[in-house]
């Protein structure tokens, strides 16, 4: 059974940073995509960023230019690291990982709180 653990959640002000980290326990075997979801109260549960285990990188218009995503395979992780943060960027944001490509397995993280105020 693989479990996401995320870290890096916290308070910032408008147009700080802030560094998601997500490391998944369990065997991970063949293709898979980590990534990172928010929802903000009161609004669905939407795709910030995605990273396929080769790389290949997908982002929300939204998050486009602020946010960048990455991932050690090593280390079975995933990072989104969040710039020029808004206040519309308040939200939970939950670590994801699918695995395998027709019939795929989802797994998900407890989420970690984002609040960017001033």
């Known amino acids: 059974q693989v479990q996401l653990a995320e870290s890096g959640g916290g308070s910032v002000q408008p147009g700080g940073s802030l560094r998601l980290s997500c490391v998944a326990s369990?065997?991970?075997?063949?293709?898979?995509?980590m990534g990172w979801y928010r929802q903000a109260p009161g609004k669905q549960r939407e795709l910030v960023a995605d990273?396929?285990?080769?790389?290949?990188?997908n982002y929300a218009d939204s998050v486009k230019g602020r946010f960048a995503i990455s991932r050690d395979n090593a280390k079975s992780s995933v990072y989104l690291q969040m710039n020029s943060l808004k206040p519309e960027d308040t939200a939970v944001y939950y670590c994801?990982?699918?695995?395998?490509?027709?019939?795929?397995?989802?797994?998900w993280g407890q989420g970690t709180q984002v609040t960017v105020s001033s």
């Open positions: 994801h990982l699918k695995v395998g490509v027709t019939t795929p397995v989802e797994y």
């Open positions: 369990g065997s991970i075997f063949g293709q898979n995509t």
């Open positions: 990273i396929t285990r080769g790389g290949n990188r």
